[in-house]
């Protein structure tokens, strides 16, 4: 117990330390775990051998994430991506299998050994590109959701690679007297005991068992959750919400288990079923502690888990083995990210962002010693090969935004981001006026689909918490995949007018049910949006002025409510009017010009005076 104690001290210490010092050096946290992991392991020996083993527990992080993730997409999202999930992750899997495959047997290695070599190194880190692209808002880019169909694809690639890597065994490794094909079935049959209870089953029942295992995640999902969530609810015991969080993802994650699919594609697929619920945020405020926790564990183990010693008897083998993966991958990502219609940004984004290779390259390392596909000096310099990739990752994400930061100084055109979600709201524009709306919709309990064409205002928003795409909202192509056809309502709040204009009369051509709430600059721009379709005109300083008014009428001898009183008729007058005069504007006639307009203009502004002094009157005869 007390060496439990001592090593939970040491690693949540390093933590504490060595992150907030990355942070705060541009350096993000990914790589202060990392470092912090190499300081208590390799450098001060704080740490035994035993990372292994909390690594495994540490990975509990990495199904969170992916349960969390699963959580914002909805059904529809998912298969939207399809296209991606099959066509650019499946090419990236098989292409980066087959370059380093092909290299390793450039360089003498058999072609067992090679293509084993090659199913390792194929797969990128879900936990380091997830949490970086999270921590720095690039999850919405199209680089962020292309590398994400990406790493969702490798988590799938991997049951199938399990299943092949028994029939990779090389002979000169069997033991003396064991067939080959015989060994490999019997290593086949050891890991899959070892891995999930269908060993013995034929191809089809092992399909069946699958399939069913896939349909309770869903069933439980869409039935049972819910009533467990309502029972929970009327027992007024906050804690038991977490526990029951913890329990759904835990549980699901033994359920793959035992059917030998992986638990974080798993709990993915019960936070997609769930992404509809009415309990999704509570369940993302109970699994987001434990998730960075985690995390941030598992990067700690990785850094303690790096063997110097065997750097040091091949440093040049190792760093090759590294460096050269991060080139083919590289390649291979480049390659597909132009074919795939991604370009500067993003293309540089999901290239230096998925070249490293990843947490279940060790499961497939572990694995493919058992079924003798590696012998195991290999096994130990690409263990450390993978390793030393996922500690130069970070890096790369540095290397990126300093890139993007060049990009934004010579004045290089941004793509804009691929919108995923819909919503009731669409908000179109999130400066200081667009922002108090969103955040007022959000905090009533509705969903909001931002859109701006100012990057930095995504960026900063996304620093705080709040979710928005980059793009030009008067594009026809973003309006409607942000979701112009299903929304009830569209806010136009941007800066630019003619911009606002434009939108308020493209979004009612394309739904004349739709309720158009624009933000005017003045009173010429209200004529301009009364006759576009807007349904709710705002001037962006009437309201703040109005109120200024009645500051000034309370302190000058109005009492609050004459003041009050005094701001109200002025609002309902001034609307009013405002619609009757944009009836008689002509933007072809100038205002100095347009008699009918100017005369109307007077008489309602008399109107409005004999209106004020009556109520007065009437405050004074009942005082």
């Given at each position: 117990m007390e060496g439990f104690l001592y090593q939970a001290t040491i690693y949540l210490c390093a933590a504490v330390i060595a992150v907030p010092i990355a942070a705060r050096l541009g350096l993000g946290s990914v790589l202060g775990y990392l470092a912090a992991g190499i300081l208590i392991g390799p450098a001060l020996h704080l740490v035994g051998h035993e990372t292994h083993d909390l690594q495994h527990f540490a990975e509990f992080g990495v199904v969170m994430m992916l349960f969390l993730i699963g959580l914002e997409l909805e059904p529809r999202a998912l298969w939207d991506m399809r296209h991606k999930l099959l066509g650019l992750g499946g090419l990236q899997v098989t292409l980066t299998m087959?370059?380093?495959?092909?290299?390793?047997?450039?360089?003498?290695?058999?072609w067992q050994t090679a293509l084993a070599i090659g199913m390792i190194l194929a797969l990128s880190s879900t936990a380091i590109v997830l949490q970086t692209l999270s921590e720095k808002g690039l999850t919405q880019t199209q680089g962020g959701r292309s590398a994400f169909a990406v790493l969702l694809t490798q988590d799938i690639a991997v049951i199938p690679m399990i299943a092949l890597m028994p029939l990779l065994a090389l002979p000169a490794l069997l033991p003396r007297g064991i067939a080959a094909a015989e060994d490999a079935a019997e290593a086949s049959a050891h890991a899959a005991e070892s891995l999930s209870l269908v060993e013995g089953l034929p191809g089809w029942g092992v399909t069946l068992v699958t399939l069913g295992a896939v349909a309770a995640v869903i069933l439980i999902g869409i039935y049972l959750i819910r009533p467990v969530f309502r029972f929970i609810h009327s027992a007024h015991l906050p804690e038991m919400y977490t526990a029951f969080a913890l329990a759904i993802v835990i549980g699901i994650a033994f359920l793959m288990n035992l059917v030998g699919l992986s638990p974080a594609l798993g709990t993915f697929l019960a936070g997609v079923v769930l992404a509809n619920s009415e309990f999704r945020h509570e369940l993302e405020s109970d699994i987001q502690p434990f998730k960075g926790l985690l995390l941030g564990l598992f990067f700690i183990t990785v850094g303690a888990g790096i063997d110097f010693g065997v750097l040091l008897e091949a440093p040049l083998k190792v760093f090759g083995i590294a460096l050269g993966t991060m080139l083919l991958k590289g390649l291979v990502l480049l390659a597909l990210g132009r074919l795939f219609g991604m370009r500067r940004r993003n293309l540089m984004l999901f290239t230096l962002g998925l070249a490293q290779a990843g947490e279940f390259g060790f499961v497939l390392i572990?694995?493919?010693?058992?079924?003798?596909?590696?012998?195991?000096?290999?096994?130990?310099?690409?263990?450390?090969?993978?390793?030393?990739?996922?500690?130069?990752?970070?890096?790369?994400?540095?290397?990126?935004?300093r890139?993007?930061?060049?990009?934004?100084?010579?004045?290089?055109?941004?793509?804009?981001?691929?919108?995923?979600?819909?919503?009731?709201?669409?908000?179109?524009?999130?400066?200081?006026?667009?922002q108090i709306v969103n955040r007022m919709v959000q905090s009533s309990g509705f969903n909001t689909v931002v859109l701006d064409n100012n990057m930095n205002t995504i960026e900063l928003m996304r620093r705080f918490g709040f979710k928005g795409y980059f793009g030009d909202p008067t594009r026809p192509d973003i309006l409607?995949?942000?979701?112009?056809?299903?929304?009830?309502?569209?806010?136009?709040?941007?800066?630019?007018?003619?911009?606002?204009?434009r939108l308020v009369a493209y979004a009612r051509a394309q739904r004349p049910d739709l309720h158009i709430i624009a933000r005017a600059y003045d009173r010429t721009h209200v004529y301009q949006l009364y006759q576009a379709g807007a349904d709710d005109?705002?001037?962006?300083?009437?309201?703040?002025?109005?109120?200024?008014?009645?500051?000034?009428?309370?302190?000058?001898?109005?009492?609050?409510?004459?003041?009050?009183?005094?701001?109200?008729?002025?609002?309902?007058h001034d609307r009013n009017a405002i619609r009757e005069l944009a009836e008689l504007w002509d933007p072809k006639i100038p205002a100095g010009r347009n008699t009918a307009y100017i005369d109307r203009s007077k008489e309602l502004e008399k109107g409005l005076e004999a209106a004020l002094l009556a109520q007065l009157a009437d405050e004074e005869e009942t005082r």
């Amino acid at each position: 117990m007390e060496g439990f104690l001592y090593q939970a001290t040491i690693y949540l210490c390093a933590a504490v330390i060595a992150v907030p010092i990355a942070a705060r050096l541009g350096l993000g946290s990914v790589l202060g775990y990392l470092a912090a992991g190499i300081l208590i392991g390799p450098a001060l020996h704080l740490v035994g051998h035993e990372t292994h083993d909390l690594q495994h527990f540490a990975e509990f992080g990495v199904v969170m994430m992916l349960f969390l993730i699963g959580l914002e997409l909805e059904p529809r999202a998912l298969w939207d991506m399809r296209h991606k999930l099959l066509g650019l992750g499946g090419l990236q899997v098989t292409l980066t299998m087959l370059a380093v495959a092909g290299t390793a047997v450039a360089f003498g290695l058999p072609w067992q050994t090679a293509l084993a070599i090659g199913m390792i190194l194929a797969l990128s880190s879900t936990a380091i590109v997830l949490q970086t692209l999270s921590e720095k808002g690039l999850t919405q880019t199209q680089g962020g959701r292309s590398a994400f169909a990406v790493l969702l694809t490798q988590d799938i690639a991997v049951i199938p690679m399990i299943a092949l890597m028994p029939l990779l065994a090389l002979p000169a490794l069997l033991p003396r007297g064991i067939a080959a094909a015989e060994d490999a079935a019997e290593a086949s049959a050891h890991a899959a005991e070892s891995l999930s209870l269908v060993e013995g089953l034929p191809g089809w029942g092992v399909t069946l068992v699958t399939l069913g295992a896939v349909a309770a995640v869903i069933l439980i999902g869409i039935y049972l959750i819910r009533p467990v969530f309502r029972f929970i609810h009327s027992a007024h015991l906050p804690e038991m919400y977490t526990a029951f969080a913890l329990a759904i993802v835990i549980g699901i994650a033994f359920l793959m288990n035992l059917v030998g699919l992986s638990p974080a594609l798993g709990t993915f697929l019960a936070g997609v079923v769930l992404a509809n619920s009415e309990f999704r945020h509570e369940l993302e405020s109970d699994i987001q502690p434990f998730k960075g926790l985690l995390l941030g564990l598992f990067f700690i183990t990785v850094g303690a888990g790096i063997d110097f010693g065997v750097l040091l008897e091949a440093p040049l083998k190792v760093f090759g083995i590294a460096l050269g993966t991060m080139l083919l991958k590289g390649l291979v990502l480049l390659a597909l990210g132009r074919l795939f219609g991604m370009r500067r940004r993003n293309l540089m984004l999901f290239t230096l962002g998925l070249a490293q290779a990843g947490e279940f390259g060790f499961v497939l390392i572990s694995f493919s010693q058992q079924v003798n596909a590696l012998e195991g000096a290999l096994a130990e310099q690409l263990l450390l090969a993978v390793t030393l990739t996922m500690l130069l990752t970070p890096l790369f994400f540095i290397l990126y935004d300093r890139l993007s930061r060049r990009m934004d100084e010579g004045g290089e055109a941004q793509e804009p981001d691929e919108i995923a979600d819909e919503g009731p709201v669409i908000i179109a524009g999130i400066g200081r006026f667009g922002q108090i709306v969103n955040r007022m919709v959000q905090s009533s309990g509705f969903n909001t689909v931002v859109l701006d064409n100012n990057m930095n205002t995504i960026e900063l928003m996304r620093r705080f918490g709040f979710k928005g795409y980059f793009g030009d909202p008067t594009r026809p192509d973003i309006l409607h995949a942000a979701g112009l056809d299903k929304a009830r309502v569209l806010v136009a709040a941007m800066d630019d007018n003619a911009a606002v204009t434009r939108l308020v009369a493209y979004a009612r051509a394309q739904r004349p049910d739709l309720h158009i709430i624009a933000r005017a600059y003045d009173r010429t721009h209200v004529y301009q949006l009364y006759q576009a379709g807007a349904d709710d005109i705002v001037r962006e300083t009437f309201d703040s002025s109005l109120r200024a008014g009645r500051y000034v009428l309370e302190n000058i001898g109005l009492t609050d409510y004459e003041a009050a009183e005094a701001e109200r008729i002025f609002f309902h007058h001034d609307r009013n009017a405002i619609r009757e005069l944009a009836e008689l504007w002509d933007p072809k006639i100038p205002a100095g010009r347009n008699t009918a307009y100017i005369d109307r203009s007077k008489e309602l502004e008399k109107g409005l005076e004999a209106a004020l002094l009556a109520q007065l009157a009437d405050e004074e005869e009942t005082r």
